[in-house]
Every structure is written in structure tokens, then in C-alpha cells.
């Protein structure tokens, strides 16, 4: 690996203007020698409207990576893909790929890959949004082959999200993890959404105590571009972020 430039660049399309959460967790969780080029969005709430209104800021974003000639793009948001709905989004994708010459991805798809790379196909979901984001998420993941056989939600808004606190972020990652294992003990795997979520301290004490998987979309989406790296991965990431990353 070169001490000058690093040896994988993700481009990642976030949601909203600033770039904090994302760069945080991802630099704990990648390997040596990948480094995260990040251009927003500005995603005023969850829902099908607000996402439409930022697809142009979304081919902008695909050409500006494309210039910075990165090696995979990445479009975070859960919700952004959830109220597009799995046809669309895949669609989208399949053009922004046609467009940059990139493999393109989302950290939904990312997710799915991730969960039946594990062999999870009946899940517990963990989620802060309300109650039309997880309904479309549910469908989203239905429709992967992927069956949520619990979910355990504590709704908040978008602006809630950007300034919430970390350690509560934290307990609320243990908090809805034990509820949704209570009432499905059977579930192969946890799926905790959410790019502002700070949840990626809660991973491990959260395995350790259900002995199932736990993604994060930071996890996930940096999982599938490793995955797809292939033997082009130099360094593999550290096992402790969890049972995903370690399966590398």
C-alpha cells in the first residue's frame, strides 16, 4: 500500500449538508488505507415528496464522484431508499451506473447483501423513525427476501436526529436491541438503521449478549465495498466492529 494516496476511495452520498456521523464511524470501522469522499444532499424529512425533490442533487453528486474518479458509489439514507420503493431504486441505480461508469450501491442494498451474506433471512429491526418510514423499509426488505419478524422503534424527527446526543444514542441502541430480541428471540440478525445514528459502540456489547449479528449502515455499506474489493483489499478491517466485518 502506498504511504502517499490510499488504495480505495468510497464516494458516499449523504443525505443531508454536513458531513459528521458518517466520517466519524466509518474511519473506526475501515481498514487502513480507505478513505470516504463524501457529497450531500439537503433531505428535509422522510417521506416520498421530500426525497423527490433532491434526485437532481443526486446526479450531481453521481458526476462530481465521477470526477473524483472513486473506486464505488454509495448512496446513504435508509429512508431515502425505503420511500423510493425497491424497483425504483434499483432502476436509479442501474442509470447512475450506466452514467459514471461506477458500481453504485445504497446502504439498503448494502444491508440485504450484508444480512443474506450471514444467512439472515428473518431479522429484528431497530429503528428511530416513525411509523411510514418503517412500514416502506418493511416493505423494501419484504420484497429482498428478507422477513422483519419484530421491530422495535422509538420515532423521532430528522432534526432530532442531527443534534442528538451520543450516549443516548447509545442506550437507545441497547435499549431497542433488548426489545426486539424479547420479542424475537429467533431472529438470525439485528438491523439498526440510521447514518446519524450513533450506534457503532452498541454493536459489540450488543452480539455479545444475543450472539447474533448486529449492522449498522456504515457497517454494511463498507462490508460490501470490501466484498467487492476482493483480493484488492490490503489491510482487512478490525474484527471488534462486529460479526460482519469479521466475516471478511
Given at each position: 500500500m502506498s504511504i502517499i494516496h490510499p488504495w480505495y476511495q468510497l464516494g458516499y452520498i449523504i443525505p443531508h449538508l454536513q458531513t459528521d456521523m458518517d466520517a466519524y464511524q466509518f474511519?473506526?470501522?475501515?481498514?487502513?488505507?480507505?478513505?470516504?469522499?463524501?457529497?450531500?444532499?439537503?433531505?428535509?424529512?422522510?417521506?416520498?415528496?421530500a426525497v423527490e425533490r433532491e434526485?437532481?442533487?443526486?446526479w450531481r453528486?453521481?458526476?462530481?464522484?465521477?470526477?473524483?474518479?472513486?473506486?464505488?458509489?454509495?448512496?446513504?439514507?435508509?429512508p431515502v431508499a425505503s420511500h423510493l420503493g425497491r424497483r425504483r431504486m434499483r432502476e436509479i441505480l442501474g442509470e447512475a451506473e450506466q452514467r459514471s461508469g461506477i458500481a453504485c450501491d445504497t446502504d439498503l442494498e448494502a444491508h440485504i447483501a450484508a444480512l443474506k451474506h450471514l444467512g439472515a433471512t428473518r431479522i429484528a429491526l431497530t429503528t428511530r423513525w416513525h411509523e411510514p418510514t418503517n412500514t416502506a423499509l418493511t416493505k423494501y426488505l419484504n420484497e429482498a427476501g428478507i422477513e422483519v419478524i419484530a421491530l422495535a422503534a422509538r420515532g423521532s424527527t430528522l432534526d432530532q436526529h442531527k443534534t442528538a446526543d451520543p450516549a443516548a444514542d447509545h442506550q437507545l441502541a441497547l435499549d431497542l436491541a433488548a426489545?426486539?430480541?424479547?420479542?424475537?428471540?429467533?431472529?438470525?440478525?439485528?438491523?439498526?438503521?440510521?447514518?446519524?445514528?450513533?450506534?457503532?459502540?452498541?454493536?459489540?456489547?450488543?452480539?455479545?449478549?444475543?450472539g447474533k449479528p448486529a449492522i449498522l449502515n456504515i457497517l454494511a455499506t463498507t462490508w460490501a465495498a470490501?466484498?467487492?474489493a476482493g483480493p484488492r483489499m490490503?489491510?482487512?478491517?478490525?474484527?471488534?466492529?462486529?460479526?460482519?466485518?469479521?466475516?471478511?
Open positions: 474511519y473506526r470501522v475501515a481498514p487502513e488505507g480507505m478513505m470516504l469522499v463524501t457529497t450531500g444532499l439537503n433531505l428535509q424529512g422522510h417521506s416520498l415528496e434526485l437532481p442533487a443526486f453528486a453521481i458526476d462530481i464522484l465521477k470526477k473524483k474518479k472513486v473506486d464505488r458509489i454509495a448512496l446513504s439514507g435508509v426489545q426486539a430480541m424479547r420479542e424475537a428471540p429467533d431472529a438470525q440478525a439485528i438491523m439498526m438503521p440510521g447514518g446519524l445514528w450513533h450506534a457503532m459502540h452498541a454493536v459489540p456489547l450488543i452480539e455479545a449478549q444475543y470490501l466484498h467487492a490490503k489491510h482487512r478491517p478490525d474484527a471488534r466492529w462486529g460479526k460482519l466485518l469479521a466475516s471478511l
